[in-house]
């Protein structure tokens, strides 16, 4: 099989210049505030896998990038906006992930009981809608993240008019939060619940709103500036470890195109315009191909040996290296995943996942156990213990 032009983007990419072709300047009508190019980023390239996975399989969990300031992560974010795919989203009134696609997979049976009338009656049960990059403020206050009264028609008309938050905004988009890590934990909560569970209720008095927010959740954070709770940490499906660059060429070549990028970023857009219009291209053809993406018994079987031998508790360090493999084998082209696509991105959805002090609770939770099963099976009817 040929190799995949995605994958084969992302490997050369880095150094960037091999792959600039000749771009016309004039005719591509950027505008102000272009993002940094994806493909001009140096090196970083488990970051640029994992940000690539993540936008290609929603159902990975999104991503955490774990690093030092000045190490191009919310660049790296941002740059994904010209990268963004137009995605199938579902139009299921109880949140299912009803689609036509399953209907034709599975049958009537693979959709809720709205969704299957509607599709008798040929109405839409799904619609296509670009993806787009919503970014929290720094400081956000929880009123701003679920909404909040409008305060200005409050004060003006006397009327309570409930304002969307930014999840409701984020809704089917991705969903950046940069310092994650230095977030109010009511905020964050708020977030990860909605993450959690694809929508979220705001009450206020007698008004009691539910909004849809199913996003693709990124988040960066700086570990010298405080930890995330291990909860918190396990909610981001892959973990990216952010270094500087380590070979002196590339860190001076990073500076030149940051330097490039700042005296004219037009024309450093200009240059990557062709191959970054070839990336969104091939990751749009990643997104429509993995619903086709199946798990071959061998990958299976490695994922599923190597989550145990690690002794990881959570669930979901499962569902991100399943997913994120799946992604992986749509970004090469392929509908089989391989214990190839497991062992390239095992190391993102595992790595933090392991919890000594769980580990420390269950053997004594073992060993109390113990003492309770003999207690329990050697004392009889009448009370008396006895050793036999
Ligand atoms: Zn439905």
Redesign the pocket.
Known sequence: MSESTLLKILRDASPARKIIEHANQHDMGLADGEPFPFLALIGQEEMKLALILSIVNPEIGGVLLIGARGTAKTTAVRSLIDLLPVVTRSL?E?R?N?TEQAIEKDGLGA??K??ATKFGYQEALTRQDKMRLVELPLNARLDDVVGGINERILTEKGKVRLDKGLLAQADNHLLYIDEVNLLDDVVLDAILDASAQGYYTVRRGPNNLTYRSKFVLAGSMNPEEGTLRPQIMDRFGLRVVVRGLNDPADRFEAYEQSLRFRKDAESLSAEFAEATLALAGEIQKAVDLLPQVEISAEAKALGLDIVRQAKIESGRAEIAMFEAARAHAAADGRTTVTAEDIRTVALLALRQRQSPKLAEFFAMQAAEDKTLASLISDTDESGEKHDD
């Open positions: 299921c109880n299912f009803c959709v809720c709205a969704c």
